[in-house]
């Protein structure tokens, strides 16, 4: 069975000694870490890490299996991946442009020319000099799930 969740200590030693999925960990250490796995019934077969600052995220390194790296893999991934950071009150997910930017923007991922900061959200110092070096895409997690809210068809009356 699929599962994405949350990186654990755990995993670190495993995706260390993994030499197709070590890269996930040997990324520059800036802010504080997060990670998602992707465990097939009970093996790791990829996973997506980066570095949250403040109420920004940004992506460093999407590494898959090659034998399960599928557009619906990094797809669940990274949609994984922007549920947990909504949880934990992130606003906003960045991403450097990479070969598989179709993916993140078949998402909602938008190029950072288009990006109308909110003023109530608040990056630390770490993204705003990361943002400023590449070609660089985000995704605003709040408008995210108002577009993908499962509240989109007819409304029906209440029985009573």
Known sequence: M??????????????????E????LTVKPMGQKFGVVMDIDG?????????????????QKLKI?????????????????IHALDL??????FTKKTEDIDIYTNIGFKKIDSIILDS???LG??????????????I??????NKNSCNRGPKVNNMR
């Open 2 to 19: 699929f599962v994405f969740r949350k990186l654990s200590l755990h995993d670190i030693a495993l995706i260390y000694e993994d030499m």
């Open 65 to 81: 299996k090659k034998e399960y790296a599928t557009p619906l893999c990094k797809d669940g991934l990274i949609r994984s991946l």
């Open 140 to 145: 605003n997690l709040k408008d995210f799930f």
């Open 21 to 24: 999925l070590k890269p996930l």
């Open 88 to 93: 934990n009150g992130i606003k906003l997910l």
């Open 43 to 59: 093996c790791l077969k990829g996973g997506i890490t980066g570095y949250i600052d403040r109420e920004g995220a940004m992506i």
């Open 120 to 122: 109530n959200i608040i």
């Open 125 to 138: 110092d770490i993204i705003k000099k990361d943002i400023g070096r590449d070609h660089i895409f985000f």
